[in-house]
């Protein structure tokens, strides 16, 4: 089973365009800031945007062409979506509503009903079926949700920000239960989700989307070993850079020489682990290649470590210890050294 | 005369039991045509929508004397529609029902679009996703949610055509059996037989107390 899509909407401000493909053997995630365009994505998905240019299709089956006007209403499409604040039936049982998409696609209601309730007790609230959704729990409505989105059977499962309305204990629990029913489905799963913990819990696969454009793609893994945007540097917690690689040294875009080993030429973003950096009052002697001088910009307690900004004058961001960072009085600012060991920096083509 | 009498005299029941029949219809009538109205002036935007709304309203602001007259059969459309159509509402029980239905229906139309407004059009979207087309959306999502509203509308509306008066008299004519309303019955009683015309009026004083005060509840009860 695999989904094309190529989705190009213009939308007040944002103007998407994005392509991506999807198949049945991976958990996908759209993961983005908000205002990125994920949900319009999804919407566009489950037929509730139009496209004002590309295509979406399942298995040879055209869904929407923005070039044939071919389109395939929402309730045709064979979805099960779970919104992000469950959008539960507010005047139908709980019952009622997991066997919703089974009665409006035509199962009588006793069937319906007996196949509802099954989805109920395997998602473990069997108890609440003749509850009203005024009455449950963020988590609750939440699974009651994600029961009502898979009692249908569909091919394809969107779910948009599942996880964002909970607490964080909730979360966790309900986390832990989404990826088991992620896991147990065999249709097309996609995700939205501006929370990368979410999406490096539940997703094979990461589509990192920004301003309405895909910034980068592939698995966890990857996408966080070789961050291609701000946004993916920052939640991985990694200073990230580019510049031009010529020899053994990266000429910075900010301004400022990096060295290098193993340099492929070219542009090249460069990632360094905040604890790889290290500051020094005095020059230091010896191994490390690159000795910077640079000035404290701030430094912020977090813990057990010590978060500290520097220019360089490029913007660094070095990790050290709390008793290191008081013995080099680095909340009074100030110049200082800065060292990289060449080692352990990760330098990859733009 | 005592008040018994007065009660059972056959014109009178005749009256109610016409002033009855024609506001049902006409609440009938009102939800029919008021509720597709509601929805495309809640739910769609097209050119001449401003028009069309003043037009729902209308009937709020015009005196319903002038309303029937301009409907009446020698009225501006009454005219044309028995020139060319040989249609003759007025006179008929038909045409009482219309003349009360003008009159309510904005009422039924006003309080639909509000509720239509309100509901929450993403319930309607998580509907669509799980196979429900427009109509079913609309018949199993849209209506159980405006459903108090639906009610509280057609009961006003039903209250408006209970006691509608100029409309019905200047549009249907004042025909005993077939057009006379009580509200009609009570202002002819009022030039003959004084105390009828009271009494006549306290049932419909007390029938639209007990509209309000069952509106009123079910409204507190949601």
């Known amino acids: 089973m695999s989904l094309h899509a190529a989705i190009g909407i213009r939308f007040d401000r944002l103007a998407l365009d994005a392509r991506f493909s999807a198949t049945n053997h991976e958990v996908v995630a759209l993961l983005g800031p908000s205002g990125a365009g994920k949900t319009t994505i999804l919407r566009a998905l489950a037929g509730l945007a139009p496209l004002t240019a590309g295509r979406i299709v399942l298995d040879g089956t055209v869904f929407e062409d923005a070039a044939t006007n071919e389109w395939v209403p929402p309730e045709r499409r064979n979805l099960g979506v779970v919104f992000q604040d469950a959008l539960l039936f507010p005047h139908l049982s709980v019952l009622d509503n997991v066997a919703a998409g089974l009665r409006f696609t035509g199962t009588s209601r006793v069937i319906a009903r007996v196949r509802a309730r099954e989805w109920l007790e395997r998602i473990g609230i069997g108890e609440l079926a003749d509850a009203k959704p005024g009455v449950l729990s963020g988590g609750q409505a939440q699974r009651v949700a994600l029961a009502r989105a898979l009692a249908t059977q569909p091919r394809i499962l969107l779910l948009d920000e599942p996880l964002s309305a909970l607490d964080v204990t909730t979360r966790a629990d309900v986390r832990r239960e989404l990826r088991r029913h992620l896991n147990a489905f065999t249709g097309i799963r996609l995700l939205v989700t501006h929370d990368p913990i979410d999406a490096l819990a539940l997703a094979d696969r990461l589509i990192v989307l920004e301003h309405g454009h895909i910034v980068q793609s592939g698995s966890s893994l990857d996408v966080t070993a070789t961050p291609r945007s701000r946004y993916v540097a920052d939640f991985v917690g990694v200073n990230w850079l580019r510049g031009t690689a010529r020899g053994a040294a990266v000429m910075l875009a900010g301004g400022g020489t990096l060295i290098v080993p193993d340099l492929v030429p070219g542009e090249v973003f460069v990632v360094i682990h905040p604890r790889a950096v290290s500051v020094h009052r005095q020059k230091p002697e010896g191994s490390p290649r690159n000795v910077l001088p640079g000035v404290v910009v701030s430094a912020d307690d977090e813990g057990s470590r010590v978060r500290v900004r520097l220019a360089l004058p490029f913007p660094l961001v070095a990790e050290v210890t709390r008793a290191s960072a008081a013995e080099l009085e680095l909340d009074r600012g100030g110049d200082v050294w800065v060292t990289v060991k060449a080692t352990e920096i990760a330098t990859y083509a733009a | ?222």
Not at chain 2, 12 to 28: D, E, H, P
Not at chain 2, 87 to 106: D, H, K, N, Q, S
Request: with cysteine; hydrophobic share 55%.
């Open chain 2, 1 to 222: 005369m005592n008040l018994r009498q007065d009660l059972m005299a056959p014109e009178i029941l005749t009256a109610l039991r016409l002033s009855l029949v024609c506001s049902l219809a006409a609440t009938a009538i009102a939800i029919v045509l008021g509720l597709p109205l509601a929805w495309v002036q809640a739910r769609v935007t097209f050119p001449g929508q401003r028009v069309l709304r003043a037009l729902t309203t209308l009937p709020i602001v015009l005196p319903p004397v002038v309303a029937g007259v301009v409907f009446g059969r020698r009225g501006l459309v009454g005219m044309w529609l028995d020139r060319w159509f040989g249609i003759r509402l007025p006179f008929t029980t038909a045409g009482a029902a219309l003349a009360e239905a003008f009159v309510a229906m904005p009422f039924f139309v006003l309080t639909m679009e509000g509720a239509l407004r309100s509901v929450d059009r993403r319930l309607e979207e998580a509907a669509r996703t799980l196979g429900a087309s427009r109509w079913k959306v609309f018949r199993h999502v849209t209506l159980p949610l405006v459903r108090p509203s639906l009610q509280a509308g057609a009961v006003l509306a039903w209250a408006r055509a209970l006691g509608e008066f100029g409309a019905t008299i200047t549009f249907a004519g004042n025909v005993p059996g077939s057009t006379q309303t009580l509200p009609l019955a009570v202002y002819l009683a009022l030039e003959t037989n004084p105390d009828t015309a009271f009494v006549l009026s306290l049932v419909l004083l007390a029938v639209s107390l007990a509209v309000l005060i069952g509106l009123r509840r079910r409204w507190l009860a949601w």
